[in-house]
């Protein structure tokens, strides 16, 4: 019997080893992405998304769609050209158990009403989830930076973003620009 024990003791260390590690390893490729995107996954620079909360299967879609020259910068398709398909996982991972939260911005409520009406008439809630928070393939817009957002939101509309989704297309579809600006302002300061 306390071999059994033993042997089960000795598989859960290994397993807790290779998690462990795997970490560590998904840490360091992610190092080239915190130039931008911020160590912790919260960017602080103008116009690049912060990755941390986002969902794991929408990161994991983005970067192959990244490496494979359908989306992204040019930097990040430099970063990614020849990423085998176990460490885009690996740094999916990793970003998406990071905790996500806004950044510090003043908020203008009129703008933040009008934000949060515009969200309601569009049932933007319906793909990205009632909190903002994203599932599967939707990205987390609660939080979100919101110069990132609102240049997202323009380029879907007028079908600029390479690799788009064309329901997001559909959806922002003859919305003013100045509305765009007060759904991106909302949607940043959501928790």
């Not at 933007?124 to 599967?136: A, I, L, M, P, R």
């Amino acid at each position: 019997m306390p071999s059994r024990i033993a042997g089960r003791w000795a598989a859960g260390l290994t397993a807790f080893l290779l998690i462990g590690s795997a970490d560590v390893l998904a840490e360091k490729r992610a190092e080239p992405c915190a130039k931008c995107h911020g160590k912790d996954g919260i960017s602080v620079k103008e116009g690049v998304p912060s990755l941390a909360g986002q969902p794991k299967v929408f990161l994991e879609n983005y970067l192959v769609l990244t490496r494979e020259g359908l989306r992204g910068s040019d930097e990040m398709r430099t970063l990614l050209r020849g990423m085998r398909d176990p460490d885009i996982v690996a740094l999916a991972n990793h970003y998406s158990r990071l905790a996500p939260r806004s950044l510090p911005g003043l908020l203008d409520k009129a703008l933040y009403e009008r934000g949060r009406r515009i969200a309601v008439t569009h049932h933007c809630g319906t793909c990205h989830v009632k909190d903002f928070s994203g599932q599967q393939q939707m990205p987390r817009l609660a939080g979100q930076r919101e110069d990132f957002l609102a240049e997202a939101m323009l380029a879907y509309r007028q079908n600029r973003r390479p690799g788009g989704d064309t329901v997001m297309a559909a959806s922002l579809h003859g919305i003013p620009e100045s509305d765009l600006k007060a759904l991106a302002h909302y949607l940043s300061r959501l928790k």
